[in-house]
């Protein structure tokens, strides 16, 4: 991601809070936002057109930089609130990190690589999908990336097989299970089991 769309240029919302206020907002293509950190909650404005246009870019790891006038807090998007129906923003929530002071936040797993397992007719399943983890802002990552091609059928990949950078902290039971390939007969007798639990009735009471 390049450093213009980590970027974003707000103004200082000193007036007009509350439900109405933010519907004016609206109406204006503009979008009211919060910049919760250790001090007080800063209230912001964001461009509408910017923050719809640069959101695609943004994931909860990435650090980005709220510009407002002359001050610059370094943030992660937190949260938004979206009307779906309107295909609009209504409201941003953004969490200011602090340079040299560890955070904590979630990362994604992403798996990498064709299992050996799955080219032998098995079914490579991700059992987990994210992680807490805990590091400085300079080191936080993207994501993290877990090798599962040397899995075999009825093997697993755990956290801890994991090689995790050495500048984070696992916040998780390393004994976790992040990606298993099972076999397709193993596969289809979970599914009949999932099928025929659905297809219990309650006896009727007489």
């Not at 904590?104 to 399943?125: A, N």
């Amino acid at each position: 991601m390049s450093d213009s769309n980590k970027s974003l240029k707000a103004e200082a919302r000193t007036e007009d809070f509350g439900s109405a206020g933010s519907r004016r907002l609206l109406r204006k293509g503009l979008i009211p936002a919060v910049i919760y950190g250790k001090n007080d909650p800063v209230h912001v404005i964001l461009d509408s057109r910017e923050f719809t246009n640069k959101m695609r870019h943004f994931s909860e790891t990435a650090l980005l930089k709220v510009s407002v006038g002359k001050k610059h807090y370094e943030v992660l998007l937190k949260d938004f609130q979206e009307d779906l129906m309107r295909g609009e923003i209504k409201h941003v929530d953004f969490y200011e990190v602090t340079r040299g002071h560890s955070l904590r936040t979630m990362v994604s797993i992403v798996l990498k690589g064709s299992p050996v397992g799955t080219r032998e007719g098995g079914v490579l399943d991700q059992v987990l999908h994210e992680i807490e983890i805990e590091c400085l802002p300079k080191d936080l990552p993207n994501d993290i990336e877990a090798d599962v091609s040397h899995l075999q059928i009825n093997q697993s990949l755990h956290l801890r097989d994991i090689a995790f950078p050495a500048t984070i902290k696992v916040l998780e039971d390393l004994s976790k299970t992040v990606a298993s390939v099972k076999g397709v007969k193993a596969e289809a007798v979970a599914t009949e089991a999932t099928e025929s639990e659905a297809a219990v009735v309650a006896p009727v009471a007489e």
